[in-house]
Nanobody
């Protein structure tokens, strides 16, 4: 079964840190661009960070300098390290695996991140 599974979400105080994981089964993440998206209540889903198959990264302006996306191909997993968290980071976080040439696109089920005191 081809799937992505996110984990690592939870409740954290402002200024705290969390690391999200996105693990793939049934396919190899190495050949995919991986994006972390988030969706807050009443808002559209937005791209937070992306890492290409060659390791290039890009970030939304709102998280630049606080979030870091990385990949471990040996573990078939992509991570999102989130530091200096703010209440406005509260959302459901989703990972997406995209391979343009093959027309493949997979989404995980999402993990809740809540930043609150």
């Amino acid at each position: 079964q081809l799937q992505l599974v996110e984990s690592g979400g939870g409740l954290v105080q402002p200024g705290g840190s969390l690391t999200l994981s996105c693990a793939a089964s049934g396919f190899t993440l190495e050949y995919y661009a991986i994006g972390w998206f988030r969706q807050a209540p009443g808002k559209q889903r937005e791209l937070v960070a992306v890492i290409t198959s060659t390791g290039r990264t890009n970030y939304a302006q709102s998280v630049k300098g606080r979030f870091t996306i990385s990949r471990d191909n040996a573990k078939n997993t992509v991570y999102l390290q989130m530091n200096s968290l703010k209440p406005e980071d509260t959302a459901v976080y989703y990972c997406n695996a995209h391979q343009e040439a093959w027309g493949k696109d997979y989404w995980g089920q999402g993990t809740q991140v809540t930043v609150s005191s």
